[in-house]
Structures are given as C-alpha cells and as structure tokens.
C-alpha cells in the first residue's frame, strides 16, 4: 500500500458564507504529495500483427523529465503494403478520475471505454488521463496525423489497469518501404490542460504541421446565416440582419449552404456548379454586405459533386464514392485536375466577388473506401487519398493566401487537429443549436487542443419569446471562444437585442484575456464547471454551476465573474488580502443593479449576482 496515496480528510469545519476569522485553510487538510509517476517503457510496448518483409526498431529519448518519444521504425527491403499493425501496453489505475481526448462526446468519466479515430481530416491522435485534482496523470500522442490512427483504452475489471492499444494501417494504404510513427509520454504532475497544451505545440514544431497564420479578423464575432435562415435565404433579409448585426458588434457573416441552389431539401444532388443560383448577383450582394461594415465567407462542400450538377458528367470515374442518402459523389483528390478544379473554384469566387473567407465542410469524406485502388495510375499523380487530400488542402491556403494574405478558412468539428490547423485558421465547433453546455464543452476542448487558431462556437439561437436570462446563457456559454451567432435578430424582443449587444461588446473589450490569456478550464469531468482566463491585469471567470471560486494569485488584479447559472449567489475564496476595490454588479442586459467600494480581506466572501449577470472587482 504505501504506493497508492490516498486523500484523507482529517476535519470538516463549517465555513460562514457571511465570513470566516481563521483562513488559514492549509490546516484543514493534510498536504498530499502525487503519487509516483505512471511509467511506460520501451520494453512494455508490445507489437501486434503481420510485419510481411518489414523489420522494426523501437528507440526511446528522453525530452525532459517525465516527458519521452518512443520511435516506432518500419522497414522492408522491398515496396509492399502495410498489414494492420497494433501497439498495445498497460498500466494500473492510480489516481486517475477522467480523461480527454477529442471527441466531442462530453461524457470524460466513464473510462471503462476510452478511444478516438485520428486522420488529417478528423480528431487528433492524443488521450490523457487525469486525476481529481485536475492534473495530468499521463499523456500520450502520436505523430502521425496524416494516417488513420485508432486510439482506445479500456479499464479491465480483474486488475484494475488501463490497457491501451493503437492500431495503424487499418485503412487501404499504398505500398512503401519504410514508415516511422513517434509516441509523446508526458508523465509529468503537471494541469492536463497544460499537458494537452505541450502536445499541440509539440505537433506545430514538426514538418509540414506548421499552423497557417490568423487573422484579426478570424477572431472577431460573426454571423452565420445556418440556424436563422437555413437554405431559405433571402438577400434583402440576410443584409438587414448584417447591418443589425453590425450595430450589436458582429464584424462578419458566414453565408450558410442554400446560396448555391434552389433546392432547399437539406441534400446536395444538385451542389457542384457553385453558381450563385439563389443570389444571382453575388457580387451585388457582397459589396452590400462591405458596405454594411462586414467581412463575408461562403460556404462550400468542399468534395461534393451532386448527381443532378452540371459538372457531374464531367468528373465521371474520378469519384471516390457515392453517398446516396444525399445524391453525391465524392471526388478523388488524386486526379492532378481535380485539384485544380477544386481551387479553381475557390480563387474564381474570391476575384469575381471579393469574398473574405471560405467556411470549407465535409473534408473527411477525402478517404480511401474498400473499392479504391491504391495507385498512382490512370491519371493519378498521388496513391494515397491522404497524401492527395494534404497537397490539395496546402495549395488551397497557400494560393488563396497569395491573392488575399488575411483570407479566412473555417472548418468545423471534427474536422479539426494538428494538419487541419495548416489548412485553416478557424475551427468551429459542431453543430449544436441550443444546447449551451454542450456548446461550452465544445469550445473549451477545441482551445485545449488548437494553439492560437481561432476557435469559434456552433452558432448559438434560442427561442424569441425564451426569458432574457435563459436567451443569455448560450453567449455567457462559449466567451472563452468567438462567438458566433444565429437568430433573426429583427424578430427577437428588444431586451434580448440589449442582452446580446451588451455581451458581444464585453467579449470584444476583454478579447485579450478570453482569447489569449492563461487558459485555465477546471473539472472536465463535469462538464467545465469553471473556466478562467488570465492575464497579468485580469481574471475573468466564467462560473457555470454553484462552486466555490478560489482566487490564488499574489498580486490584486481586476476580476469579472459571470454569473452563468440560475442562482444568484456567488462565492470566492481569496487566499490574499485584496485590499480597497470598487464592485459593480450588472444584470444579463448591462444595467448597474449595484457599485460600492469594499475591503476585500483573504477568506470566503459571498456576492449576490443576478442570473446571467456579472461582478466587476476593480481598483477603481
């Protein structure tokens, strides 16, 4: 036993909301020390599968303490596909709680099944493990994010280890002599969120994984067209709701599929042409949505060629599948004209109408299926769909960004991870309408894992005649991300119009800090409960659920709290004396409901903050 560290509480004292003379807290609890650190050796790594003519070697080097790279190295003296090939290793289950990876299933408890598929165009190949305390227990990612790589961890009930296995080539892959994969094992006693930090910035440094830059622009509020109008747009209405829009602090709108087609059936058999069917003066339309004082991105389909489509015909055994319940094929990205076709398409649109930006969807549907022969013959210039996707996707950015160097490109969830942020500056998260818990755990996983891309929200709505304060908590949800928003915001009450105006105004004053300050999201066992962004000056909290706020730094800085619940009450714990400071508290729509000065000394105080409201601590 006196491996296993175990917490145990000595007293429980009863601490007034109202106050508290002893704040010496250290002495309610005994000081516990990590437990050792998980251990994965070279040796416990086990392989799995037929290696045909290849041999291998496993190398190990040490970064840092508690951080190492296992070197996976394959290679045949002759070409020859790649049999699916597993690596598998175990270790017990001491102190971890949760875990993380990229899905965006927020379920991050129940381990007893832990996995995620990676390829260029989806997720990313990194789980972590995490303990109670929010910290990193162990880390693991690979280097391969161009290639499928399957990633899954299961707790097996008659030992009570995690057994972990990564299985590559389990996907069609064209002939080769040699392949290397490196495995990151961060081990350290460090936040996960830091550990999760580390392993994006580790991918950045590697070749050909360098993120493309950001715009000011990619990080500023946005309009999306998709849950307020979906395929039903209306010109005159989409350029009143932009100049509305403009008026509350939005800088951009995404133009949502329907622009492209009369068919409003939520399908994509007649998508392809790419003409302006529905806004047949597109340039028309752009230079009203400039003179409104907003950027526009369209959006586009990117592999889709619908069936009833002009340039169906034209791309005939150039497909690489067919996708019936939408009546489309997928095009083969090996097919040098393709390539060209699909860019061509992208760099007219951006000279005939000055667009800003591309929203580019459905990427993932760029792999190979059963049927797809894995050769670079009959006019292909690549074998592999992957390599072909990745040359496709780089010339996209790099010859668009030749003609406009702060265009903007949007992907979604999942299309996200370390070669998607090359392609793209912008990952939204995936379609939620709504849902603003969902949005929020969302958000946060893609900051987690995304660097300085800008992450943006699923376009957040709610129902007009919802309570201001009820409306109020799908922004008050994703600040930690650029909010984008979709509801006819010439149909919603005027105190809702009040609400949003005032939060997207606050979010673009404190841009800084949500953006690009400390990010610091705790439990994600529960769903973020607390998430803190921190900068030298200040501390903003968003505060989703009745939890104690515990404010740790040595020096005063200026606070926000978001009273993102229903209840009003809201509780910090500061660990120092803060001194003299000026408190107002504002409701959901920016109305002062309180301001004094007060003396904040170290221990528990409790404010009352309306719901949906904010607490603004300050030296003023």
């Known amino acids: 036993m006196k491996n296993v560290t175990r917490l145990i509480v000595v007293s429980f004292l009863f601490l007034s909301l109202n106050g508290c003379q002893n704040n010496d807290h250290s002495s309610y609890f005994r000081e516990i020390e990590p437990p050792p650190a998980i251990q994965i050796a070279r040796e416990e790594i086990k392989i799995e599968g037929d290696l045909g003519s ?25 070409e020859e596909t790649l049999s699916t090939l597993s690596l598998e290793w175990s270790f017990p289950s001491v102190d971890v709680y949760s875990f993380w990876n990229s899905n965006i299933n927020p379920d991050k408890v129940t381990y007893y099944r832990n996995y995620v598929t990676s390829r260029a165009s989806s997720q990313a190949p990194v789980i972590c493990f995490i303990n109670n305390g929010d910290q990193n227990r162990l880390t693991f990612a690979f280097s391969d994010a161009l290639n499928k790589v399957e990633i899954s961890t299961w707790l097996r009930e008659e030992d009570a280890k995690f057994y972990c296995r990564t299985t590559f080539f389990n ?49 500023m509020p946005m309009y999306s067209t998709w849950y307020s109008f979906h395929q039903n747009l209306v010109v005159d209405e989409v350029i009143n709701e932009c100049k509305l829009g403009k008026e509350i602090g939005l800088e951009a709108v995404i133009v949502d599929d329907g622009w492209q087609t009369l ?68 095009l083969d990205p090996r ?26 969807d459905f990427l993932g549907w760029f792999t190979a299926f059963d049927d797809t022969e894995m050769t670079a013959n009959d006019g292909r210039d690549y074998a592999s769909v992957n390599v072909a996707a990745d040359r496709l996707m780089t ?45 929020r755990c969302r958000t946060t996983d893609l900051r987690l894992l995304s660097g300085n891309t800008a992450v943006h929200s699923d376009m957040f709505m709610w129902y007009k005649d919802d309570v201001v304060e009820s409306a109020a908590l799908q922004i008050l949800n994703i600040l930690f991300s650029v909010p984008q928003l979709s509801v006819k915001l010439d149909s919603i009450p005027e105190e809702h119009f009040r609400m949003v105006k005032f939060w997207i105004n606050y979010w673009k004053e404190n841009r800084e800090v949500l953006l690009d300050g400390e990010f610091i999201p705790l439990k994600p066992a529960e769903l973020y409960p607390v998430i803190k962004a921190k900068t030298a000056d200040k501390l903003i ?9 515990t404010i740790d730094y040595s020096t005063p800085i200026d606070i926000d709290i978001i009273n993102a619940k229903q209840s009003e009450a809201v509780i910090i714990d500061l660990l120092n004396d803060f ?42």
């Open 263 to 330: 068919d409003n059936k939520r399908g994509y058999r007649y998508t392809g042409d790419w003409k302006p069917d529905r806004i047949p003066d597109m340039k028309a339309f752009v230079d009203s949505i400039h003179s409104a004082g907003m950027d526009i991105l369209l959006w586009y389909s990117l592999p889709f060629i619908g069936e009833e489509s002009g340039n169906f015909d034209k791309f005939k055994g150039k497909y690489l599948t067919y996708w019936e319940s939408q009546g489309t094929w997928i």
């Open 335 to 360: 097919y040098p004209g393709v390539r060209e076709h699909i860019i061509n398409t992208y760099e007219t649109a951006l000279n005939d109408w000055n667009l800003d930006g591309f929203k580019l």
């Open 395 to 439: 010339d996209i950015m790099s010859r668009l960004r030749a003609k406009k160097p702060d265009i903007m490109i949007e992907f979604r969830q999942p299309y996200i991870g370390p070669l998607m942020r090359k392609y793209g500056n912008m990952f939204r998260a995936a379609d939620c309408p709504n849902m603003e818990v969902v949005n």
């Open 541 to 549: 909290v968003g505060l989703y659920s009745d939890q104690v706020i």
């Open 579 to 620: 001194g003299k400071r000026h408190v107002m508290v504002f409701d959901c729509t920016g109305q002062i409901v309180e301001e004094k000065t007060i003396i904040l000394k170290k221990g528990l105080k409790k404010f009352m903050v309306p719901s949906s409201g904010l607490i603004s601590i300050s030296e003023k």
């Open 54 to 78: 290849f041999d291998y070697q496993l190398s190990t080097e040490n970064i840092e303490q508690g951080v190492k790279i296992i070197t996976l190295t394959l290679i045949s003296p002759i």
């Open 171 to 219: 996907e069609k892959m064209p002939p080769t002599k040699e392949y290397t994969v490196q495995i990151r094992i961060d081990s350290r006693n460090i936040p996960y969120y830091s550990a999760i930090k580390d392993v994006s910035n580790w991918w950045a440094s590697l070749d050909n994984y360098h993120p493309s830059q950001v715009p000011d622009m990619a990080r």
